[in-house]
Structures are given as structure tokens and as C-alpha cells.
């Protein structure tokens, strides 16, 4: 049993679920007998950079704590999107890294993030192997777009799937109450893989309403077939919802907001996106001449604690603690994944994959999940998100808000 202290970290997107897993992962190294002290790097690897990092066993104490922190929205330790240079171009970070390991007497590293923070992982990862300190590295991932390769889905987007469609159902009946021709048009974040776009059509299977039309990335985006399907469906009723994905792009790789975009990227080299329902507003409205307004949901769809996914809150704190048990029993150089056993009932395990095979791949909506013509979901894609959006959370409230946890 290799004995020392973890250090933990959160990067990039948060989500309502993040902060379950460092919960999970607080929980599995409070019981481990390997862990001694468990450290929280403040905002990412670059706390560690910068011995920036809080002593967790001080701030999160009871098990009441673990409870407030697992439904608290965010990550409760910051975040960063630094990418760590290629070893051969740049080996001082990962010096300065491990002289703080050393110092520290930090034997686990666990990692929570989405497919460029499990590049870090990654890259450290082969670092260590160069060097005679041992350390394991694990991977926790999390991300609303659910795009994370290895697994079957990713914690953090059952519960954004679950705020998705209970806001579309709401749009829907709302905006059903008029006879006037309108079309609404929802902004639905998701730059290369459509899984959160896919979510809106979540109510066709329960309710008597849905989106009339879902636009993902995966497919692209004609202006053409768009308005012949809003004319379309305006034979039948006079209001006409759409679904469409913030990175839907034309043909040729356009996206359809590109006139709202800065060109700005960040440090992975991804476009800052913005502006595709009002594009796809302004180009309906000239074409059709109808009513038309856009509605971007924006930041609460990873935020919203308060409608969080009771089954993904649950396996957030299962795969957390999961990765300490793995690394505590040898593993390293892997990230956490789920692998669904069967659909009824809805059963998930625990395992771990080679890091090297999955950061920095994108998994996308395969195309048989959507239809012929590319403007919705087929209901075996449906059926495939439905479980993970499933049960209620038990939220303390107070003074009529949901009581979080802060970690300063």
C-alpha cells in the first residue's frame, strides 16, 4: 500500500454535479488508511503551480459537509483552462509540479474536468513515468456536453439533460397559448457534440408536448430545409418550437452565429460561441416574416442545482470515491468511466480506462441516433439519456434558497 496524502483539483466548465464528485472523492480518501492528508488545489493545476492549495480535512468535516458540498452548484475549489505544455517543448512546469508533490508528500493526484483537463492528467501522467517519485494520477471526469470518449456518459450532464427538458416542456406550453404564427428558437450549449440539444426532446417521451425540431452539430445545419420544415409544421399549428445546438454550423464548417463571434479562443483552441439562436432568429424573420424570438438558456443549464439529476448526483459521488479506491489499489495513468450493464433496470459500473485513449478525443451523438433528415432525435437516443435524468435531490433550503457550501 503506497501511504501519503492526495491533492485534488477541479477543471473547466462547472456543472450541478462536480462538486458531488469531489465530495466522492473527499468521502473515499477520509476512509482510506492510504491517505493521510487530502489537499484541494485552488483553481486547478495552476494552485499547484502557484502552492495556492487549502488543507480539505480542515474545511470539510462532517459528513453533513460532504452532503451540503454534493448539491452545491460550481466548483467549490475554482477552476482553470491552463493547458500544460508538451513535455518535449517545456519540461520546468512539470519540475516545479513535482518538487510541490515532493515537498508535500502528495502520492494520489485526482483530476476532475472535462476532455482537456484529462490532457493534464494525461501529461503528467507520462511525466511520472520518466521519474522515480511514485504517484498516481487519476482522472474524474465531468462535463454537461457529455462528449468525454470511454464512457457512457459523463457525471454532470444528467442533471443539465434533466433542467433542459423540464424547461423546454415549460417553453413549449407557453408558448402554445397564442393562435399567431411564431417561432421560438432555444440556444442550447454543446460546440462539437450535440447530447445537450439531443436532451430537449426528452418530454415527447413522457408528455403530450415537445420541440418541433432539434438542430445538433453533428449534422449540418441548411437553411433551406429549416424553412421548409417551419412552414411545414405551421399547416398543422401556429407555434413552432426549435432546438438548436450553439455550434451548429453549415456545410462548410460555418457557424451559424459566426457573424456574432469575436474569433476569439482560448487556451485549447476553442471558439468563445455565441450568438447562434439570434443568427438563426434575425434569418427567420426576414425569410418567413413571422413573429420570432430566441431564448439562449445560457449558464443555467450547468447551474442548476436546484433540478439536479438524483441519479446523477449519485453516481457523481460513486465515481468519485471509486477513484480513490483504484488508486489506492494501484491504478494510475487511467480516468473513471461509467459502463452501463443493462437499460431495465438502468444499472451503471464503476471501471477505469487508459487516460492516453481518451483526453482530448471528442464523443459525439452517433448519427443513427438522429433522423433522416437531420432536424431530431430518434427515440432510442432518448431512451438512452431517460435514466440518467431520473429521481429528485433532497436540498436543505433556508430562508426559501438552497443552502451551499463554500470552500475559501
Known sequence: MLKG?????????????????????????????????????????????????????????????????????????????????????????????????????????FYIGGNDSMD????????????????????VPKTIDNDVAGTDHTPGYGSSAKFI????????????????????IVEIMGRDAGWLTAAAGLPGLYTDVKPDLIYLP?????????????????????????????????ADGTYLGASAQSGVTDVFGHAYLSGTGKALELATKAKLGCKVRSVELNLPQRCASHIASGTDIAESLQVGAAAVDAAVNGVTGKMMVFKRISDDPYKVVCDSED?????????????????????YVTDECLRYIAPLIQGECDIRYQNGLPVHFVIK
Do not use: W
Request: charged content about 25%; glycine content about 6%; some cysteine.
Open 355 to 375: 487516460i492516453q485513449k481518451i483526453a482530448n478525443k471528442v464523443r459525439e451523438v452517433p448519427r443513427d441516433y438522429i433522423n433522416d433528415r437531420g432536424n
Open 5 to 109: 496524502n492526495a491533492i485534488i483539483g477541479q477543471s473547466g466548465g462547472p456543472t450541478a454535479a462536480i462538486n458531488a464528485t469531489l465530495a466522492g472523492v473527499i468521502r473515499g480518501a477520509y476512509a482510506s488508511e492510504a491517505i493521510d492528508k487530502v489537499y484541494g488545489m485552488l483553481n486547478g493545476i495552476e494552485g499547484a503551480l502557484k502552492g495556492t492549495v487549502c488543507l480539505l480535512n480542515d474545511v470539510v468535516k462532517t459528513e453533513e459537509d460532504i452532503e451540503a458540498l454534493s448539491h452545491t452548484p460550481a466548483a467549490a475549489l475554482g477552476s482553470c483552462r491552463l493547458k500544460l505544455p508538451k513535455l518535449e517543448d517545456d519540461r520546468a512546469p512539470y519540475e516545479q509540479l513535482f518538487k510541490f508533490f515532493k515537498e508535500n508528500n502528495i502520492r494520489y493526484f
Open 165 to 184: 427538458a423540464a424547461t423546454m416542456q415549460e417553453i413549449i406550453r407557453d408558448t402554445a397559448v397564442y393562435k399567431v404564427k411564431a417561432v421560438t
Open 218 to 250: 453533428e449534422v449540418p445545419f441548411d437553411y433551406d430545409k429549416y424553412y421548409e420544415d417551419v412552414q411545414r409544421i405551421f399547416e398543422d399549428h401556429p407555434n413552432v418550437v426549435v432546438a438548436i445546438s450553439e455550434g451548429a454550423r453549415l
Open 120 to 139: 493534464t492528467v494525461a501529461k503528467l501522467s507520462l511525466y511520472a513515468a520518466e521519474t522515480d517519485y511514485e504517484i498516481r494520477f487519476m482522472g
